[in-house]
């Protein structure tokens, strides 16, 4: 079986392609990407086929997926720093859709989010429900994973909450009571391979770790794996908007936009949770002890 995998140098490509090497022959995962000179850096390089497009660029994607079974279509943006939810989420999507379909790809596996649906309020659902529309409505064999929060080594979603301990008082938007069930990013690879090779799966499925955590539990787990403890203030996301706003106009990478806020406050947990029943998964303890590794690595000093 033959993989093309778009994203494959982000978090959720990085890891799947770590694991689709191990046993997989050699030329038989082809890595789709954006920057070539970075793919190479992160990447193994013994047995991967590196190619190079860009799907807000439909052109560049024709015959990116040419002689591959499956397409693994990973990429997604969570804020509009580097482009739109629209011409990334949505219009890319469709986009690997269409060039999977010319290319005669048997299966596509779309990593998606909770939540997708193309009548949500909230902008990135909406883009994410709007590219599971074009997957569902593909003449291909498809499987849509809507995995909770990811955590792992190169996670980009816990350091950014680490972010906030630089402040004396950490402010916590809404009740922090939303819930989350984080999924280590090594399980999330290990279900989309499984989605990958079993022909009898379909279907949409939610995915989580087996830890319920309030935001709050999340905020105190970063604290403890950076070994930072802070006091916290809750406050209404509508506070919080002006600062984040603020932030995105003199940060060219804030640790927050105001769309994220708006998430943060919103239950994100699968339900039903199929890690394990469906795909015989059993998925990792939430542990953030990577945190710790990434605070020298960045020279930040324990408080």
Same mark, same amino acid.
């Given at each position: 079986?033959?993989?093309?995998?778009?994203?494959?140098?982000?978090?959720?490509?990085?890891?799947?392609?770590?694991?689709?090497?191990?046993?997989?022959?050699?030329?038989?995962?082809?890595?789709?990407?954006?920057?070539?000179?970075?793919?190479?850096?992160?990447?193994?390089?013994?047995?991967?086929?590196?190619?190079?497009?860009?799907?807000?660029?439909?052109?560049?994607?024709?015959?990116?997926?040419?002689?591959?079974?499956?397409?693994?279509?990973?990429?997604?943006?969570?804020?509009?720093?580097?482009?739109?939810?629209?011409?990334?989420?949505?219009?890319?999507?469709?986009?690997?859709?269409?060039?999977?379909?010319?290319?005669?790809?048997?299966?596509?596996?779309?990593?998606?989010?909770?939540?997708?649906?193309?009548?949500?309020?909230?902008?990135? +659902?909406?883009?994410?429900? #709007? =590219?599971?529309?074009?997957? $569902?409505?593909?003449?291909?064999?498809? %499987? @849509? /994973?809507?995995?909770?929060?990811?955590?792992?080594?190169?996670?980009?979603?816990?350091?950014?909450?680490?972010?906030?301990?630089?402040?004396?008082?950490?402010?916590?938007?809404?009740?922090?009571?939303?819930?989350?069930?984080?999924?280590?990013?090594?399980?999330?690879?290990?279900?989309?391979?499984?989605?990958?090779?079993?022909?009898?799966?379909?279907?949409?499925?939610?995915?989580?770790?087996?830890?319920?955590?309030?935001?709050?539990?999340? +905020?105190?787990?970063?604290? #403890? =794996?950076?070994?930072?403890? $802070?006091?916290?203030?809750?406050?209404? %996301? @509508? /506070?919080?908007?002006?600062?984040?706003?603020?932030?995105?106009?003199?940060?060219?990478?804030?640790?927050?936009?105001?769309?994220?806020?708006?998430?943060?406050?919103?239950?994100?947990?699968?339900?039903?949770?199929?890690?394990?029943?469906?795909?015989?998964?059993?998925?990792?303890?939430?542990?953030?002890?990577?945190?710790?590794?990434?605070?020298?690595?960045?020279?930040?000093?324990?408080?």
């Amino acid at each position: 079986m033959k993989y093309a995998i778009t994203g494959a140098n982000g978090f959720v490509g990085r890891a799947l392609v770590a694991l689709l090497v191990q046993d997989t022959p050699a030329g038989d995962v082809r890595a789709i990407v954006r920057d070539e000179a970075r793919a190479r850096a992160e990447l193994p390089q013994a047995g991967l086929d590196l190619r190079v497009a860009d799907i807000t660029r439909p052109d560049t994607l024709r015959g990116a997926f040419d002689a591959t079974d499956v397409v693994v279509h990973t990429v997604a943006i969570p804020t509009e720093r580097h482009g739109s939810f629209e011409d990334v989420n949505a219009r890319g999507t469709e986009a690997v859709v269409a060039e999977a379909e010319r290319a005669g790809a048997r299966r596509i596996v779309h990593v998606s989010a909770i939540g997708a649906d193309p009548a949500s309020p909230y902008p990135f +659902l909406k883009s994410k429900g #709007r =590219g599971e529309v074009a997957v $569902r409505g593909s003449r291909i064999a498809h %499987v @849509v /994973l809507r995995p909770s929060i990811l955590f792992g080594e190169g996670d980009d979603f816990f350091p950014r909450l680490g972010f906030t301990l630089m402040f004396p008082v950490v402010p916590v938007p809404g009740d922090g009571k939303a819930r989350f069930q984080p999924l280590h990013v090594g399980d999330l690879a290990l279900a989309i391979r499984r989605a990958s090779r079993d022909e009898h799966l379909g279907g949409v499925h939610e995915l989580g770790g087996p830890t319920i955590a309030t935001y709050d539990d999340l +905020l105190e787990e970063t604290m #403890r =794996g950076y070994g930072r403890h $802070r006091p916290t203030l809750h406050l209404p %996301v @509508v /506070l919080m908007k002006p600062p984040a706003l603020f932030m995105g106009l003199l940060m060219a990478d804030p640790p927050v936009s105001v769309p994220q806020l708006d998430l943060l406050a919103v239950d994100n947990t699968p339900h039903p949770n199929a890690i394990e029943q469906v795909f015989q998964v059993t998925p990792r303890p939430f542990d953030l002890g990577y945190l710790r590794k990434l605070r020298y690595k960045t020279g930040q000093k324990p408080a």
